[in-house]
């Protein structure tokens, strides 16, 4: 089998049938507090886009990037559990080839391809901020065409160069038997350019770029404050710094080490376990924080309260109040006039 090896790392039934899709034992339960986490993280991002489809007001071109970052989450959570029903529900001891490597390949590349995505969509998120706070331009109506062919770059250049390592033999696909496939990095070169590219420069970018972007907040906030004065747009670029700051903080810490072991790990061990445990219980908190750091989604937030206040509390009062009744005027009494009598003529 072409750029795939098989590797026996659990002794049991399985190992009668090295090319079975399904799990042992021991994988699903080193499995079942992903799946929690999974199960979480799809209740947290059906009620966020639940917002962005009820609420025009955080349909905006300037979150574009933040909704590309989701929108690679929600394809995490899909690749978990796709992954998850084939290998506890596959019964074959020799599957049908075309669709052995369609799951191994699938399984193998696509969470390290996703989470390359996500490095760089965060960088180009910083980038963007910095020119609107620092250049006080609008990047998403002045550079349209740039944004596009950012994001075609961002989608594409990861996605080639697993495919050249793949066709040059600097990567291939390993079939644990019991467990998943993973992509082993053949070449130590080819590893440590994989950690730069894919991980160590991106982050250096975007802490450079958050630097800046402190920086120059704070030298306008204290020129500001010599003149007794601070505008709106400075407390929302000030903001907006803070939240990234916030945000980047929470992903370095949860998401990154899953980044460094898919590097190098060589079969499913604590280590692989807790790095990507981290890294779904990351994509069940990315929402949250997203909503509750952002100002757009606050406000949609206080509208839906207000909303709901005053439909369903304040009805609820009016209906317990006691109405008090009416007592209406006495009808007028209508006198009939009285009839003249008049002579008959004679």
């Known amino acids: 089998m072409n750029d795939m090896t098989t590797s026996s790392e ?29 199960i979480i993280a799809t209740v947290t991002h059906s009620v966020f886009w639940l917002q962005f489809i009820l609420c025009p007001s955080v349909r905006q071109k300037t979150m574009q990037w933040l909704y590309a970052y989701l929108a690679t989450d929600i394809l995490l959570l899909f690749r978990f559990f796709f992954t998850f029903i084939v290998h506890t529900t596959s019964k074959e001891c020799v599957p049908n080839r075309a669709w052995f490597l369609l799951i191994c390949y699938f399984e193998a590349i696509v969470d390290d391809y996703l989470n390359t995505l996500e490095v760089y969509i965060l960088l180009a998120l910083n980038i963007c901020r910095y020119i609107q706070i620092a250049r006080n331009r609008n990047v998403y109506t002045t550079y349209i065409r740039s944004l596009i062919c950012a994001h075609v770059t961002i989608y594409l250049i990861p996605l080639i160069s697993y495919i050249i390592q793949l066709s040059v033999g600097w990567a291939q ?42 920086k120059y907040v704070h030298l306008t906030s204290r020129l500001r404050r010599t003149q007794h004065h601070v ?67 606050q406000k949609v937030w206080r509208h839906l309260w207000t909303h709901f206040r005053n439909t369903i509390i304040c009805n609820r009062r009016n209906q317990r109040r006691i109405v008090p009744t009416r007592i209406g005027q006495n009808p007028r009494t209508i006198v009939p006039a009285q009839h003249q009598t008049v002579p008959f003529p004679t």
């Open 10 to 38: 659990f002794n049991d039934t399985n190992s009668t049938c090295p090319l079975s899709l399904l799990w042992s034992q021991a994988t699903i339960d080193s499995e079942r507090s992903a799946l929690y986490a999974c």
């Open 173 to 214: 696909v390993v079939v644990f038997v019991g467990g998943s496939c993973d992509l082993s990095i053949t070449n130590i070169y080819v590893q440590v350019v994989n950690i730069i590219w894919g991980y160590g420069l991106p982050i250096i970018l975007n802490i450079f770029v958050i630097y800046y972007n402190m």
């Open 231 to 297: 505008s709106a747009r400075e407390k929302y670029h000030r903001s907006l710094v803070i939240q990234f700051l916030v945000f980047y903080t929470v992903w370095l810490l949860l998401w990154s080490p899953n980044l460094i072991a898919y590097q190098f790990r060589r079969s499913i061990s604590n280590l692989t376990i807790i790095t990507s445990l981290l890294n779904y219980i990351e994509i069940a908190l990315d929402p949250i924080i997203i909503s509750a750091l952002d100002v757009r989604f």
